[in-house]
């Protein structure tokens, strides 16, 4: 548990200020579209209280307050990653706690809305993480998850893991100076997608509706689960 804890910190921590740009970049900028499409297909409004997990910078958190968020809880693991998101929006100062999804220090039954965006790979413990989504949330709340997955036509595969394994590693880390970062990238992919089962566990942890799309030829899923 501390072992994957403190590498995921590590590794975040150290490209903290290069993560958006690489993000753009290496998604062609189809990062934002993921995170735009998924809010709206959760859909927030001004009553919406959201706690963003694994912020990271914020992209979902400054989206969010776009679509009509008021309320907007920050939580990550990394310290730089937080630290960088108050530099991008004054608005968020006091509202960002350092945390892990699995412990959560907020009361039952707090949100409206949960949202984790390419984090819930890096959750140490997953079931456990979804067992606090459920209990932080209010009834008839949304647990919203943004994911890479392995696209299922062959040739598009193919061409994926090609441009995962190879391209992406030597690019994010040229920039980054942290090439072992981009390198854990591909490898929680793959692992991630051929051994767990978001929505096996999202049902576990006590939610009785999911509803999964799959964007971009398959590359993201987007999971929607109410409590």
Same mark, same amino acid.
């Given at each position: +548990? ?20 690489? @993000? ?74 350092? +945390? ?8 039952? &039954?707090?949100?409206? @809305? ?16 979804? @067992?606090?989504?459920? @209990?932080?949330?209010?009834? &008839? ?87």
């Amino acid at each position: +548990m501390n072992e994957k804890k403190n590498k995921v910190r590590k590794i975040f921590d150290s490209i903290a200020f290069k993560y958006d740009f690489l @993000n753009h970049l290496l998604s062609f900028g189809l990062d934002k579209y993921w995170r735009r499409k998924a809010l709206k297909l959760t859909g927030l409004s001004k009553e919406s209280f959201l706690l963003d997990v694994a912020c990271g910078t914020g992209d979902v958190a400054i989206e969010a307050k776009k679509q009509g968020a008021a309320n907007i809880v920050g939580a990550d693991l990394s310290h730089n990653m937080l630290k960088f998101f108050k530099t991008k929006s004054s608005w968020i100062e006091g509202n960002i706690v350092q +945390m892990v999804a699995e412990i959560m220090p907020f009361k039952n &039954d707090s949100f409206t @809305n949960i949202t984790v965006a390419f984090g819930v790979r890096n959750f140490f413990d997953i079931k456990e993480g979804f @067992n606090s989504f459920y @209990n932080t949330l209010k009834k &008839d709340g949304k647990a919203t998850i943004i994911e890479f997955q392995l696209p299922k036509s062959k040739l598009f595969k193919g061409l994926y893991r090609l441009y995962f394994n190879n391209v992406l590693p030597v690019v994010g880390g040229f920039f980054s100076k942290n090439k072992s970062a981009y390198t854990y990238l591909p490898e929680s992919v793959k692992e991630f997608d051929e051994q767990i089962a978001i929505a096996e566990l999202l049902k576990e942890a006590g939610f009785s509706k999911i509803d999964s799309y799959s964007l971009s030829l398959g590359i993201v899923q987007v999971l929607i689960a109410t409590k």
